[in-house]
């Protein structure tokens, strides 16, 4: 069974930038499409971004993109997620999920990522 542990999160000032490893043990990145979600207190936890088993196709939703860039290292079997120009909105539990149901041009189908991590808190506040 996949295994997902997140880690890099931090408190960082508005305009900063964090860096978000996601290592994957018990699989292979190479079945599995990797997700970023994240929950802001009071809000539902929404998908973000996302990349396809093979690496090649990825997906960000209109709030983060142009500012976070997910990227897959398979030697190290870890997802980063590279968030820049952060916002006081972006302040949420960042989580990452693994899904081997997927297609390869729609890894944002958020409901059927199935193994997930712990979580991550980002704090972006002056």
């Known amino acids: 069974q996949l295994q997902l542990v997140e880690s890099g999160g931090g408190l960082v000032q508005p305009g900063g930038s964090l860096r978000l490893s996601c290592a994957a043990s018990g699989g292979t990145l190479k079945y599995y499409a990797i997700g970023w979600f994240r929950q802001a207190p009071g809000k539902e936890r929404e998908g973000i971004s996302c990349?396809?088993?093979?690496?090649?196709?990825?997906n960000y939703v209109d709030s983060v993109k142009g500012r976070f860039t997910i990227s897959k290292d398979s030697t190290k079997n870890t997802v980063y997620l590279q968030m820049n120009s952060l916002k006081p909105e972006d302040t949420a539990v960042y989580y990452c999920?693994?899904?081997?149901?997927?297609?390869?041009?729609?890894?944002?189908?958020?409901?059927?990522?199935?193994?997930w991590g712990q979580g991550t808190q980002v704090t972006v506040s002056s």
């Open positions: 990349i396809s088993s093979s690496g090649v196709s990825t």
């Open positions: 999920a693994g899904s081997p149901y997927t297609v390869e041009t729609m890894c944002n189908a958020w409901s059927e990522y199935v193994y």
